[in-house]
């Protein structure tokens, strides 16, 4: 679903993601239609604007992430300040890319935020990571919670650096689907929902860096 006020930046987005044999199942140009919209056709990924002339993106974003089941949200804006990209964030869109991003970076995005990984346009992906570590000033690697495997906790470090499940699988020498089981035994453990929510876990405890 293609969420953006500007018609002929709007049908030029469908259109790319039809030529790349996406099913657009709906577009919109106003966010509280959107939110309508979404309840209906339950979209698997929504691409939104954050300037919408009735409600602001960040809202709609909110409001999508309330759905059940939630859809994931890339955000597509010509903004790339650091307040925009953190409330988006914090909103709980899966990741953030600028309109000023070619074609295949930005269906790349659109399939990596399919598979469920947090994606950011490049120099936006140390702000959003910087900005998790601040918030969780007082979390150390040594703070305590569920205990990993060896193996879990490195496949967790690897999501955090943002490799694909694919990348992970070969770089370990395990199947694909050895990793995604992996993953969803650590999230089955740490209680938490999504990858996105894996890779702040994984920040806050500073497993990028290692």
């Known amino acids: 679903m293609v969420v ?11 259109r790319d993601l039809g030529e790349a044999d996406y099913d657009v199942v709906a577009t919109t140009g106003e966010g509280r239609q959107a939110l309508r919209v979404a309840a209906a056709v339950r979209p698997d990924v929504v691409i939104l604007d954050l300037r919408l002339p009735d409600l602001p993106g960040v809202e709609v974003a909110r409001g999508l992430a309330a759905c059940d089941p939630p859809p994931r949200v890339l955000v597509l804006s010509a903004s790339a300040e650091q307040e925009d990209v953190l409330e988006a964030v914090k909103a709980g869109a899966s990741g953030y890319l600028v309109k000023s991003a070619g074609r295949e970076e930005f269906l790349d995005a659109v399939r990596r935020t399919a598979e469920g990984e947090p994606v950011f346009t490049p120099g936006l992906a140390g702000l959003v990571l910087g900005e998790y570590r601040r918030l969780a000033g007082r979390t150390g690697p040594d703070s305590g919670g569920p205990r990993l495997t060896d193996r879990e906790t ?10 694909s499940y694919k990348q992970i699988a070969e ?3 395990l199947s694909h689907r050895t990793v995604q089981n992996h993953v969803q ?6 209680q938490l929902h999504n990858r996105v929510e894996l890779v702040r876990y994984a920040i806050e405890r500073g497993l990028d860096e290692e």
Do not use: S
């Not at 490195?154 to 999501?159: F, G, I, K, T």
């Open 4 to 14: 953006d006020d500007h018609p002929m930046w709007r049908d030029a987005v469908a």
């Open 154 to 163: 490195e496949v967790l470090r690897l999501v955090a650096k943002g490799l």
């Open 171 to 173: 770089r370990l020498v």
């Open 185 to 190: 035994n650590t999230l089955n453990k740490l």
